[in-house]
C-alpha cells in the first residue's frame, strides 16, 4: 500500500466572484451558490448562474460525494492523485484525494471533504475516503 504524502498545493487565485468562498474555507466552511431561479449549484463559484443567467447565492454544503473520475501523478516527487468528483449536492469538482491507498482508489467511491493547506494561502478543498 502506498500512501498519498502531503504535496504543496499553490495558492488558489482569489476574485471578487470566490472571496467570500475562500473566507469561509479559513473557517472550515464547504459552501456552493446555487441559482434562485432554477435552483440548480455550480463549481467553481459564480455569480451568474451557468445554466439559465439567473443570479445565484451561497448555501452550506456537506462536501460528500462520489469519486467519477481519477489519477495518480506517479512521476511526481512525492505521488499523489487527483479526482473529479461528484458532490451530493450536485456539481463535479477536480481536487486533490489525501491519505487515501493510491493503489485503491475506484470509480463510485464514497469520498468526503477536507481542507488542505496551501503555500501561503487558503485551505483548498481536498477529498478523502467517506
Ligand atoms: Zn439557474
Known sequence: MSETKT???P???ITAETEAFWKGAAEGRFQLRRCTQCHETHWYPRAICPFCMGDTAWEDASGEGTIYSWTVM????EPY?????????GPTMLADLVDVDLDGIAIGQRVKLVWSQSA?????PSFTSA
Do not use: E, Q, S
Open 11 to 13: 495558492a488558489p487565485a
Open 74 to 77: 506517479r512521476r511526481a516527487p
Open 81 to 89: 492523485a487527483m479526482a473529479y468528483v461528484t458532490l451530493d449536492a
Open 7 to 9: 504535496r504543496k498545493i
Open 120 to 124: 501561503g494561502g487558503p485551505p483548498v
